[in-house]
């Protein structure tokens, strides 16, 4: 990290932390005088993130600032004024006017200071940019594609059930054609056990009859 890098985190980050601590301060108050009832009932939809800043995104930005720093006395110099006035005991109006008055020195007018505050703005706002188009990529890498696959999952789950229960209805179908055969083979078996017993019986019963006329030829015709 350049020293000048170093020296915009000191003007930027610790003003943040100051007025962050002030914010906290604020929210604790706001905590503690809520009632139980005033809370609001948890969404189905999680709640998007409450953003807290950091320091590897305070280095990207400010990076940002110092590739793009302007000759000449701008507002990052500008802003280091405040920064050193700020600990003196002096209101918001006098310690903007007297680092003003340093710089009105250097043939800086309030619209050059302006003016460069909105450049680095523009600088921020690129940056924003890109970050939100990677951000994009990123979202579309790892949460799109895999809803993708999600939804893809889902024909093809849906479609297996479809097979499923065609196939069930098919199997269903093959066991009722398969408990009419049974029925069909002991009707069958049936019939042609008694059309078979029939014929034993009467070819015993007409066997018999001619064994015993036989035996009486033998018997009576000598």
């Known amino acids: 990290m350049s020293d000048f890098l170093k020296k ?9 932390a100051t007025e962050g ?14 009632t139980p009832a005033s809370k609001p009932t948890p969404s189905v939809t999680p709640a998007a993130p409450v953003g807290k800043a950091s320091d590897k995104f305070y280095d990207i930005l400010l990076g940002a600032m110092e590739a793009n720093n302007q000759e000449g006395f701008d507002y990052l110099e500008y802003k280091k004024s405040l ?28 619209q050059k200071l302006t003016d460069s505050a909105a450049f680095y703005l523009k600088i921020l706002a690129s ?13 579309q890498k790892q949460i799109g594609n895999k809803e993708k696959a999600i939804a893809d999952m889902e024909a093809t789950i849906k479609a297996k059930g479809e097979q499923i229960a065609k196939l069930t209805e098919e199997i269903q179908t093959h066991q009722s054609d398969m408990e009419k055969m049974k029925a069909e083979i002991s009707d069958a ?3 042609i056990e008694t059309t078979l017993s029939d014929f034993h019986a009467t070819f015993d019963e007409l066997t018999t009859q001619i064994n015993k006329d036989v035996e009486n030829m033998n018997k009576y015709l000598k």
Do not use: C, H, W
């Not at 985190?9 to 943040?16: D, M, Q, R, T």
């Not at 890109?130 to 951000?135: A, E, H, I, T």
């Open 189 to 191: 078996v049936v019939k």
């Open 127 to 139: 940056e924003d940019s890109k970050f939100q188009d990677s951000v994009n990529t990123q979202r």
């Open 21 to 34: 601590q002030a914010a906290d301060t604020t929210t604790q108050a706001s905590e503690k005088a809520e």
């Open 8 to 16: 915009l985190k000191g003007i930027f980050v610790v003003e943040a």
């Open 83 to 110: 920064q050193t006035l700020a600990k003196m005991p002096m209101d918001e109006q006098t310690r903007y006017f007297s680092a003003f008055a340093a710089a009105q020195a250097m043939g800086v007018t309030p």
